[in-house]
């Protein structure tokens, strides 16, 4: 009996899994005819000076209307798109995209494109950085990568000369998703990031979770000894803001100031908030 259950539930996870991996493969078929289609967009959220609540940025974040799924979650595609090597495609779009959005917006504002560890593995991705700044005219110090700590894992000293080349292009260079890792403390000693993006994990559970305030003023503190600029991800409560800044963080984005909003947006934004404090 005991064989006989075994070999059934054998049955029904061997479906399970046919059946998930037949979704992905329909998933990473479609997002290759959504490339050449157009069914990508990039939509922008803000990233703020906690103290003057002044927009200094913002964060470029793919977007995926299927024709007939509708909005597929960056969550559910960005990992498939890894898988299948078509992050690099993807990525490069998005690159040339945020860049020439970007270009015509006030000089003042950065703006922050995610990518992957595959990216950077990838023999042309310095070219590509360089081409789509040159296209798009972006000024190479308006740009910033946002690089996650566990892409450091892999292969370290090779990315460490690609993000030193970056460097000396004059792009800026953020560890996003801090803390969620494994060597993030041993990259910033190798490499300088110009910022760390402390993890939404630990932002949301502030002033609930005592581990979370030790974690937030810890990481905030070690940018300021080290001249690294912080920026608290996933801020949703006034009280969360309050918590980040207290802890020494001066930088913020979050559903608190803006969820991402479509391109045609942002010199709306920029507007409201020049009115609302002229220069
Ligand atoms: P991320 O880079 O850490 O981006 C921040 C995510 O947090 C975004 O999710 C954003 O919409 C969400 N978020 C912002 N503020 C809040 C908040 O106050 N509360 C909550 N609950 N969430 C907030 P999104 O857009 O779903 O993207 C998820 C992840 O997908 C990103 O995390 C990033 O790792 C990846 N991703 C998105 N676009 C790209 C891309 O163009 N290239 C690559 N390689 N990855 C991307
Ligand atoms: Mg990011
Ligand atoms: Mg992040
Ligand atoms: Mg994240």
């Known amino acids: 009996a005991a064989k006989q259950r075994g070999r059934n539930t054998h049955v029904v996870y061997d479906a399970t899994m046919a059946q998930a991996l037949e979704e992905r493969r329909l998933i990473e078929v479609a997002m290759r005819r959504a490339l050449f289609a157009g069914e990508f967009a990039l939509a922008y959220q803000p990233q703020v000076d906690l103290r ?76 590509t950085v360089r081409e789509a700044l040159e296209d798009s005219g972006l000024p190479p ?6 690089v996650t700590e566990s892409a450091m894992l892999h292969d370290s000293e090779k990315m460490l000369a690609v993000l030193n080349s970056l460097r000396a292009m004059g792009v800026r260079l953020s560890m996003d998703d801090f803390g969620t890792g494994y060597c993030a403390l041993n990259y910033l000693q190798k490499f300088p990031f110009d910022k760390i993006k402390i993890d939404q994990s630990f932002v949301r559970n502030l002033g609930s979770k005592e581990e979370s305030d030790a974690i937030v003023r810890a990481v905030a503190s070690l940018g300021v000894s080290l001249g690294i600029k912080t920026i608290a991800e996933g801020i949703e409560t006034q009280d969360q803001a309050d918590l980040v800044l207290d802890a020494a963080c001066g930088e913020g984005q979050g559903y608190l100031f803006s969820r991402p909003v479509p391109v045609g947006m942002v010199p709306e934004l920029l507007a409201a908030q020049r009115e609302a404090h002229p220069a």
């Open 52 to 127: 003057s609540r002044r927009i200094i940025g913002f964060e470029a974040l793919a977007r995926w209307t299927h024709p007939e799924r509708g909005v597929v979650s960056p969550e559910i595609f960005i990992p498939i798109a890894e898988e299948s090597g078509l992050i690099v495609e993807l990525g490069e779009w998005v690159l040339r995209r945020a860049c020439a959005d970007a270009a015509p917006w006030d000089p003042a504002i950065t703006v922050a494109v995610n990518v992957s560890s595959q990216q950077f593995h990838e023999e042309r991705f310095l070219a």
């Open 141 to 146: 110090g308006r740009l910033e990568l946002e």
